[in-house]
């Protein structure tokens, strides 16, 4: 598309080495990981909650909570490329490459702190332990992610090959 640059962090104006461009640089960083948590959260929730109400085993649920959080983070990405007028195999490709490293980053890290979490796997969902760990475990994975969303940006990845489809 004419007028964007995607290896200038996503096709905004300022230089990444400036300060002004910095300040861009995390603000899109923070957004890319806010988006992203959003499809996760959703997945991992609803595959926690489904695991966890059928009494699977914390293998199963980790499993549906993974493969959840994938679907709904991809298609939070999918949507709106397909309403820019892609086609559903390059939608997906974009798809994949903004938000494969992300989700990844951000499953393995919020898995793992609901595992080191002692109880937070085997309690209810009625229990402030389980929701009060899936918290934790989702605000951490934001923190971590972030700086991995924003060096992906810098170099033209992740996050970045979406924005030349936003209108």
Request: charged share 10%.
């Amino acid at each position: 598309m004419a007028g964007h640059n995607t290896h200038q962090h996503g096709g905004h104006g300022a230089a990444p080495d400036t300060p002004q461009g910095r300040r861009e640089l995390n603000r899109l960083a923070v957004s890319a990981t806010a988006h992203c948590l959003t499809g996760c959260a959703i997945g991992e929730v609803l595959g926690l909650a489904i695991g966890t109400y059928l009494a699977w085993s914390n293998g199963a649920t980790i499993a549906l909570a993974v493969a959840l959080a994938f679907l709904f983070g991809y298609a939070f990405t999918i949507v709106p490329v397909l309403r820019s007028g892609l086609a559903l195999g390059a939608a997906l490709g974009v798809a994949l490459a903004a938000d494969t490293v992300s989700i990844t980053v951000m499953e393995i890290v919020d898995n793992a702190i609901m595992l080191l979490i002692p109880g937070a796997m085997d309690v209810g969902l009625d229990s402030w332990l389980f929701w009060g760990a899936l918290t934790v475990a989702l605000g951490v994975a934001f923190v971590v992610t972030v700086p991995v969303n924003r060096a992906l940006i810098r170099r033209g990845k992740g996050h970045a090959v979406v924005h030349q489809y936003h209108h």
